[in-house]
């Protein structure tokens, strides 16, 4: 099964990613410094729209208000709904290179004044022609009309991009920690996945905050296209507003904790699970009284945001098996949006 194994690829790549960051961000921290925008921004279609909505907020994380980040759709930028500004810095993120919008989105940017860059997997691809730098992760090499590997590597790029520009003192513990973590979410997924009978939950919910929000929309997409289930996202404090209502014996609720707000996300874990649903807490550390996934990310900003996608690939593929779906033919997808 393809999208299996690009799921089980994870940590590999990361690891190859680890190993050929600094040759791959040399040219585009070159531009960054030489151009100086006032604005780093991301635009993406689909699974790259919320890689985009990360992104933003780790750069801005990290920056600690040195420069400011936003996110587009590529149809927000390409209908003239939104638009960055003359001077900012608009990377455009597309696995493929070829999605229409986001194309469009660059082409609109670049009219406007716009400098622009490119993150794909693709080698010769549109997008890198038509960005003023482009990045090549050719090594991410995914066939599966799924986006698994190739989100969080970009993802892993972007945000190892922010130390590097903000705190690099920290790049290299990073560099090397996220592989090590990326091993300990799959794994641990896996074993958690073991004690459930994933056949008994038709609801799903993803709650979190910043990063974690981003992390847990991508979870909405990877669990509706694989295995057409009904699945909710929310800031975690938000489901009590109304949302908790449709909790039944059925739910499974993934709440990824942060340290900040973690007393009471476990408190909102505890509401659900007296609903009867059943509650699993992804965490830096170990927490007790629930099931829960360990990333082991020793940081506090964040930084293991895009592996906590991992867990909700890998829920949205058992479902899928589950009902007798083929997590490689999604019902009326195609791997490329073009108009």
Sequence with gaps: ????NEIFEQPRKHGILSRRYRSLSRPLVDFIEKNGPACVDFVGCGTSYFLAMGCAKQLERLSKGRIKSSYYSGSEIMLGL???SKGDLLIGLSRSGTSTETLLALEK??????????LTCHPGSVMIEMADLPVVM??????AIVMTKSFTSMAFFVSALARELFTPGSLDDYLSNIPVSSRAVLDGSLNFLETLAIADFDHFVFLGYDEYFAASMEGIIKVTEMSLTEADCYQTLEYRHGPKSKVRKSTLAVVSANERSLGEELAMAGEIEKLGGRPVIISCGKVEGFANIVTRYGGKDFGDWFLRAVPLQLLGLERAIAKNLDPDRPRNLTKVVQL
């Design 138 to 143: 050719d090594f991410i090499e995914e066939s």
């Design 1 to 4: 099964m393809i999208t299996r």
């Design 109 to 118: 940017a670049r009219r406007d004044g716009v400098k622009t860059a490119a």
């Design 82 to 84: 939104a638009a960055p």
